[in-house]
Protein backbone atom coordinates (compact mmCIF):
# COMPACT_ATOMS: atom_id res chain seq x y z
CA UNK A 1 0.00 0.00 0.00
CA UNK A 2 1.62 3.51 -1.08
CA UNK A 3 -1.61 5.40 -0.24
CA UNK A 4 -4.30 5.82 2.05
CA UNK A 5 -7.37 8.01 1.60
CA UNK A 6 -9.56 9.24 4.38
CA UNK A 7 -11.45 7.23 5.82
CA UNK A 8 -10.13 4.66 4.13
CA UNK A 9 -10.28 2.56 7.28
CA UNK A 10 -13.09 1.87 10.03
CA UNK A 11 -12.40 2.86 13.77
CA UNK A 12 -12.08 0.00 16.38
CA UNK A 13 -13.47 0.87 19.87
CA UNK A 14 -10.80 0.13 22.25
CA UNK A 15 -12.56 1.19 25.66
CA UNK A 16 -15.10 3.68 26.55
CA UNK A 17 -13.80 7.06 24.80
CA UNK A 18 -10.79 5.55 23.05
CA UNK A 19 -10.67 4.82 19.27
CA UNK A 20 -8.37 3.56 16.73
CA UNK A 21 -7.59 2.90 13.09
CA UNK A 22 -5.24 1.83 10.91
CA UNK A 23 -3.97 4.49 8.22
CA UNK A 24 -1.40 3.01 6.60
CA UNK A 25 1.65 0.28 6.86
CA UNK A 26 4.12 -1.68 5.30
CA UNK A 27 6.23 -4.63 7.24
CA UNK A 28 8.58 -2.46 8.56
CA UNK A 29 6.26 0.55 9.54
CA UNK A 30 3.09 1.68 10.34
CA UNK A 31 0.54 5.14 10.59
CA UNK A 32 -2.26 4.54 13.19
CA UNK A 33 -4.97 7.12 14.66
CA UNK A 34 -6.25 7.42 17.62
CA UNK A 35 -8.96 9.36 19.17
CA UNK A 36 -9.94 10.25 22.59
CA UNK A 37 -13.03 11.63 24.30
CA UNK A 38 -12.18 13.90 26.98
CA UNK A 39 -10.89 12.11 30.11
CA UNK A 40 -10.61 8.88 28.35
CA UNK A 41 -7.68 6.97 29.18
CA UNK A 42 -4.73 5.16 26.97
CA UNK A 43 -4.08 2.42 29.88
CA UNK A 44 -0.11 1.88 30.94
CA UNK A 45 1.46 -0.77 28.56
CA UNK A 46 4.63 -1.07 26.92
CA UNK A 47 5.69 -2.92 23.78
CA UNK A 48 8.57 -4.04 21.51
CA UNK A 49 7.87 -1.25 18.76
CA UNK A 50 9.60 2.33 18.58
CA UNK A 51 6.64 4.90 18.72
CA UNK A 52 6.61 8.39 17.84
CA UNK A 53 3.15 10.15 18.47
CA UNK A 54 1.94 13.52 17.47
CA UNK A 55 -0.99 15.49 18.84
CA UNK A 56 -3.29 16.22 16.07
CA UNK A 57 -5.88 17.96 18.26
CA UNK A 58 -6.69 18.49 22.22
CA UNK A 59 -3.91 17.74 24.94
CA UNK A 60 -2.69 15.25 27.02
CA UNK A 61 -1.26 14.10 29.93
CA UNK A 62 1.68 11.35 28.50
CA UNK A 63 3.53 9.22 31.35
CA UNK A 64 6.40 7.46 29.44
CA UNK A 65 8.88 5.62 32.07
CA UNK A 66 7.43 7.24 34.84
CA UNK A 67 7.56 10.87 33.71
CA UNK A 68 4.42 12.55 33.22
CA UNK A 69 4.02 16.13 30.65
CA UNK A 70 1.48 17.63 29.63
CA UNK A 71 1.59 17.50 25.22
CA UNK A 72 -1.06 19.73 23.43
CA UNK A 73 -2.18 19.88 19.52
CA UNK A 74 1.08 20.27 17.58
CA UNK A 75 3.47 18.66 19.99
CA UNK A 76 5.22 15.33 19.71
CA UNK A 77 6.98 12.54 22.02
CA UNK A 78 8.84 9.16 21.33
CA UNK A 79 8.32 6.02 23.01
CA UNK A 80 11.80 4.20 22.79
CA UNK A 81 11.32 0.22 22.73
CA UNK A 82 10.10 -1.31 25.68
CA UNK A 83 8.91 1.73 27.85
CA UNK A 84 6.00 1.71 29.74
CA UNK A 85 3.85 4.41 28.56
CA UNK A 86 0.25 6.09 28.36
CA UNK A 87 -2.17 8.75 28.07
CA UNK A 88 -5.13 10.84 29.74
CA UNK A 89 -7.10 13.17 27.08
CA UNK A 90 -7.32 16.85 29.05
CA UNK A 91 -9.98 17.03 26.39
CA UNK A 92 -11.49 15.39 23.53
CA UNK A 93 -8.48 14.94 20.67
CA UNK A 94 -6.55 12.77 18.40
CA UNK A 95 -2.92 11.03 18.31
CA UNK A 96 -1.11 10.06 15.41
CA UNK A 97 1.32 7.63 16.05
CA UNK A 98 3.77 5.62 13.80
CA UNK A 99 5.69 2.47 14.99
CA UNK A 100 8.57 0.77 13.78
CA UNK A 101 7.98 -2.23 12.58
CA UNK A 102 4.83 -2.20 12.17
CA UNK A 103 2.07 -3.54 15.17
CA UNK A 104 0.92 -6.79 13.91
CA UNK A 105 -1.41 -7.42 16.77
CA UNK A 106 -3.00 -4.04 15.43
CA UNK A 107 -4.21 -5.32 12.08
Known amino acids: MVFAQAN ?3 WI ?6 RRR ?6 ELMQVEFGFDKGA ?3 LHSH ?12 FEVTIDGVTE ?7 FIVPSGLVHGVVAL ?5 VDV ?9
Open 41 to 43: VGA
Open 99 to 107: FTPMRADFL
Open 91 to 95: EAGRL
Open 22 to 27: VLIHTP
Open 70 to 76: VVGQGGS
Open 48 to 59: PHIQVSYVAEGS
Open 13 to 18: ELAPGN
Open 8 to 10: ASD
